[in-house]
């Protein structure tokens, strides 16, 4: 067991000032101990106020394709923030990172920045609504989008409260839902091509967007069937609907150009945040010139105090230029980590009689406590035991492994073989070990 005592300080003193102790609802604790509180990070590691040593495979959330503090990222922020913090003015900066993106990211002819990932997904819609003249948009039951309202439905929906599978009906995700913030949505099943059409024909000339993760990540980790993904982009092209890729996980991290350069199937429209500024906040919206003309021409809103941070593009030109100077080759050996992770893990299993399953290409990794030979849809997902991933999840961070507690991790160019082996014999133990095994 750890030592956590300045970390339960912490935390009971946050919690007489932070609204539940946390900063966002994500970093509860999901176990009895506090939540993590990070002293520093550095590389594939960070270490908590106790002085815990772990292996991150958070990675903030995904951020850190190239791990805590890589020198260049330092050196690159430290130079800019001593000519400034923040202008909201043009800059050179923005220039080149804007350059990165469209030479980078197959759909991308004109970008505009944000700050979040919620606040891209917010702009995407917005012009897409704006462009076909039409109100609705269609969510799949599982993805994210954000926290935003109008995406707020259906992300881990009770089974038993979201309709049948193959006509899901929306289900708010949180109170506090304006009245008829669900009249403007419409949510389909995932990765089923013929429901997607039913009720693509049920609203023919009312559906202004579709938006999906193009892996899904936020519902374990799930690939799209080569031939829904061509269908989706097939079908919205001749309905005229707009096509975007929610790519703020997927962006920068499953390759150079993201999930629409991984899977070869390009949206109209795509959101990034997370990898593309190497732990610093920045999102954008990405797509063809006609696509984003209204902004262009000032038709459409779209603004922000902190658009294009000078400090965050700084961060931003070094993560997307060594992206960019290195190409696929930067990817393979996180790819090639991924699989040995995952292998090792299931290997683990295999051998001490655990039910576990393990997905994902590589720089993202899901392992879900499962008999079920495969999970393809949110359905299945829902199905997994959920409570065993995370107590999996809570008996690795005391082994010193940091992973998502949903059962998914992330890899970043600093985790090395010595982490990978470390790892592994952490997974060991936990199996192994008979509290474990009798369950929570
Ligand atoms: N889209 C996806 C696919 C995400 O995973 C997230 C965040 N996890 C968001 C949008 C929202 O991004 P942010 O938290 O930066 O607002």
């Not at 269609?138 to 006509?167: I, Q, T």
């Not at 967007?209 to 936020?218: G, H, K, W």
């Not at 097939?234 to 390759?255: K, P, S, Y």
Request: hydrophobic share 40%.
């Amino acid at each position: 067991m750890r030592n956590l005592t300045e970390s339960a300080r912490l935390y009971e003193a946050a919690r007489k000032v932070i609204a539940g102790g946390v900063s966002s609802d994500i970093r509860r604790s999901t176990t009895a101990a506090p939540p993590l509180y990070v002293d520093h990070a550095r590389g594939s590691h960070l270490w908590d106020v106790d002085g815990n040593e772990y292996v991150d495979y958070v990675l903030g959330q995904g951020p850190l394709l190239f791990g805590h503090s890589h020198p260049r990222i330092v050196e690159a922020v430290n130079r800019q923030v001593a000519r400034g913090q923040t202008y909201s003015a043009q800059h050179a900066l923005e220039v080149e990172v804007a350059d990165l993106v469209c030479d980078l990211v197959p759909c991308a002819e004109l970008v505009r920045f944000n700050s979040v990932g919620s606040e891209a997904v917010h702009a995407a819609l917005r012009l897409a609504r704006a462009a076909t003249g039409r109100g609705k948009v269609l969510k799949f039951e599982g993805h994210y989008h954000g926290w935003y309202d109008p995406v707020a439905f259906s992300v881990h929906p009770a089974p038993d409260e979201a309709g049948p599978a193959d006509r899901p009906r929306p289900v708010p995700s949180t109170p506090g839902q304006p009245v008829g913030a669900a009249d403007g949505l419409v949510i389909a099943p995932w990765n089923n091509l013929p429901a997607l059409e039913r009720i693509l024909d049920e609203h023919a000339g009312e559906i202004a967007a579709v938006i999906m993760e193009p892996l899904l990540c936020n519902s374990g980790c799930i690939e799209p069937h080569p031939e829904f993904l061509r269908g989706v982009r097939e079908r919205t092209r001749r309905d005229g609907i707009v096509l975007i890729f929610d790519e703020v996980i997927t962006g920068f991290r499953l390759a150079p150009g993201g999930g629409q350069q991984w899977f070869g199937v390009v949206p109209d429209l795509a959101v990034f945040g997370k990898a593309m500024a190497g732990g610093f906040p920045l999102s954008c919206i990405a797509g063809s010139a006609e696509i984003m003309r209204p902004i262009a021409e000032g038709k459409v809103a779209h603004a922000g105090t902190f658009n294009s941070n000078p400090v965050v593009m700084a961060a931003a030109a070094a993560a997307l230029g060594m992206i960019s100077k290195e190409g696929d080759a930067l990817y393979e050996p996180l790819r090639e980590r991924g699989r040995r992770l995952a292998g090792g893990i299931a290997e683990r299993a295999r051998a001490a009689g655990v039910d576990v399953l393990t997905a994902g290409p590589g720089p993202i990794v899901q392992v879900y406590l499962t008999n079920r030979p495969a999970v393809d849809d949110y359905r299945e997902y829902a199905a997994v035991d959920r409570a065993r991933t995370l107590g999996l999840h809570a008996a690795l961070l005391d082994q010193g492994i940091n992973s998502v507690s949903r059962g998914l991790w992330f890899l970043s160019t600093a985790h090395d073989d010595t982490d990978i082996d470390r790892t592994l014999a952490a997974v060991e133990r936990v199996f192994a070990d008979p509290a474990w095994q009798a369950g929570p």
